[in-house]
């Protein structure tokens, strides 16, 4: 019973001619080759009907996330509910890992750290002087929601 994808039948195939070869492929290629093989396989739908059908048959979560070297909160995560529920938890982990990680540049004023290093001071004493007036600050919001303290000096009394 055949219940890999083709794709999936085609990457690991193209890795098993790889590991075959007379000659050994070039590093990288043998390094995508296994990704490929491994990429088709947790894309597979193979994979997620195993999962459904071993929660049919009454396994746990534990056993499930073993098999599938997993953590019980990750097995659950990618594979538990319907498919709109398991769509909806990928397309928001897209979301989230497609913005930066990083502080934009190009914003108005000092961060905290930056005023502080500026003036001389600890961070908690930028803070003291936001809180009594004595530096003008405000909090810049971006449009993903991402909102950051920025200090202005040139408005120090």
């Known amino acids: 019973m ?24 070039d590093a990288l290629e043998r390094l995508a080759s296994i990704r490929s093989a491994r990429a088709a396989l947790e894309a597979d739908p ?18 499930i996330s073993a098999a599938a070297g997993l953590k019980p909160a990750a097995a659950k995560w990618r594979w538990q509910g319907s498919d709109e529920e398991i769509a909806e938890r ?48 405000e909090v810049v919001t971006l449009a993903d929601g991402r909102s950051y303290k920025r200090v202005f000096l040139d408005d120090a009394q």
């Open 2 to 25: 055949n219940y890999l994808s083709p794709e999936t039948r085609a990457a690991i195939e193209r890795l098993i001619a790889a590991d075959d070869s007379a000659s050994t492929p």
């Open 46 to 63: 193979a994979t997620l009907a195993a999962v459904r059908d071993a929660v049919s048959a009454g396994r746990s979560w534990d056993e």
């Open 90 to 137: 990928l397309e928001a982990g897209r979301k989230r890992s497609a913005r930066p990680s990083s502080v934009p540049t190009g914003l108005p004023g000092l961060s905290v750290a930056d005023a502080a290093k500026a003036l001389g001071v600890t961070p908690q004493a930028v803070y003291l002087r936001v809180s009594r007036g004595g530096l003008r600050a």
